[in-house]
């Protein structure tokens, strides 16, 4: 059973950046992050293959970069011009299949990031 544990998160004011990463306990073959607001569904904030492809959701492309150290089974999320929308709980996700849209598999507890002044 693959252990994710999720660091970095913390408050931000609006504009600013965060870093979080996230280290697995095993090799996954897709990693991402997902994150759920209060009150709103858990999204889908980007994710990454083993072979760098990444899908970012619409509400972060330009501002978030997602990337991986495949040798030391880490995940990270750079986060830039931070608004107060991307306040939420963050959670890293690892998944075992090659397959596009395939659901995760491992999950972290989580890491609360908020972005306010």
């Known amino acids: 059973q693959v252990q994710l544990v999720e660091s970095g998160g913390g408050l931000v004011q609006p504009g600013g950046s965060l870093t979080l990463s996230c280290a697995a306990s095993?090799?996954?073959?897709?990693m991402g992050w997902y994150r759920q607001a209060p009150g709103k569904q858990r999204e889908l904030v980007a994710r990454i293959t083993r072979g760098g492809r990444t899908v970012y959701a619409d509400s972060v492309k330009g501002r978030f970069t997602i990337s991986r150290d495949n040798a030391k089974n880490t995940v990270y999320l750079q986060m830039n011009i931070l608004k107060p929308d991307d306040t939420a709980v963050y959670y890293c996700?690892?998944?075992?299949?090659?397959?596009?849209?395939?659901?995760?598999?491992?999950w972290g507890q989580g890491t609360q990031v908020t972005v306010s002044s």
């Open positions: 095993g090799s996954i073959f897709t």
């Open positions: 996700a690892g998944g075992r299949s090659s397959l596009p849209g395939s659901p995760m598999d491992y």
